[in-house]
């Protein structure tokens, strides 16, 4: 299985700052990255897939970038509803695995 | 806008066999351009990709999980569902069903809220 491996594992911010979440694969997977969004109780929501491309109605203070085995997740500026846990997936083989998640909180 | 929810019980006897129901609204699960699959997430654990099934009935699993997950379609309720045997607590967790643009390397791009499934007697 692809090893998919996400820092930090929590991360306390403040509204307006500019956060980065980093996902690195066990092996190269192309550009086969996405991420996720999920908050408890709420449907997971997609952010971004094939590690750049912004799915529709995602606000564009969300991006993405990398490609191989080093990809990252940028959020530009804070908003209160971004606190939540975030996701990578490689969807490059199988089985489709998550890296364990980073928890974004409140400052 | 498709919708999907899953069903099932809250509760599950050791041993026994769980069963949730994932109802499609808004479309139609035997369009050929979507898979639909179940994903898991234990308790203060990451996600866990199960498996996705095509209208068609192909089902593709994920092979590091036990064959004790099975995936099946009905087309007629617009529903899918998945059947996990002989439950243990560590298959306590929050499943959710998903959809997946057909091809071979889409995301899930619509998801249901989940469902708390406890494993416990």
């Known amino acids: 299985d692809t090893q998919m491996t996400q820092s930090p594992s929590s991360l306390s911010a403040s509204v307006g700052d500019r956060v980065n979440i980093t996902c690195r694969a066990s092996q190269s997977i192309s550009n086969y990255l996405n991420w996720y969004q999920v908050k408890l109780g709420k449907a997971p929501k997609l952010l971004i897939y094939a590690a750049s491309s912004l799915e529709s109605g995602v606000p564009s203070r969300f991006s993405g970038s990398g490609s191989g085995t080093d990809f990252s997740l940028t959020i530009s500026s804070l908003q209160p509803d971004d606190f939540a846990t975030y996701y990578c997936q490689q969807c490059h083989s199988s089985p489709r695995t998550f890296g364990q998640g980073t928890k974004l909180e409140i400052k | 806008q498709m919708q999907l929810q899953e069903s099932g019980p809250g509760l599950v006897t050791p041993s026994e066999t769980l069963s949730l129901t994932c109802t499609v609204s808004?479309?139609?699960?035997?369009?050929?351009?979507?898979?639909w699959g179940w994903i898991r997430q234990s308790p203060g654990k990451g996600l866990e990709w199960i498996g996705i099934?095509?209208?068609?009935?192909?089902?593709y699993y994920n092979p590091s999980l036990k064959s004790r997950f099975t995936i099946s379609i009905d087309t007629s309720k617009n529903q899918f569902s998945l059947k996990l045997t002989s439950v243990t607590a560590a298959d306590t967790a929050v499943y959710y069903c998903?959809?997946?643009?057909?091809?071979?390397?889409?995301?899930?791009?619509?998801w249901g809220q989940g469902t708390l499934v406890t494993v416990s007697s």
């Open positions: 998903a959809r997946q643009k057909w091809g071979g390397t889409t995301p899930f791009d619509s």
């Open positions: 808004g479309g139609s699960i035997s369009s050929s351009d979507y898979y």
């Open positions: 099934i095509y209208y068609s009935g192909i089902t």
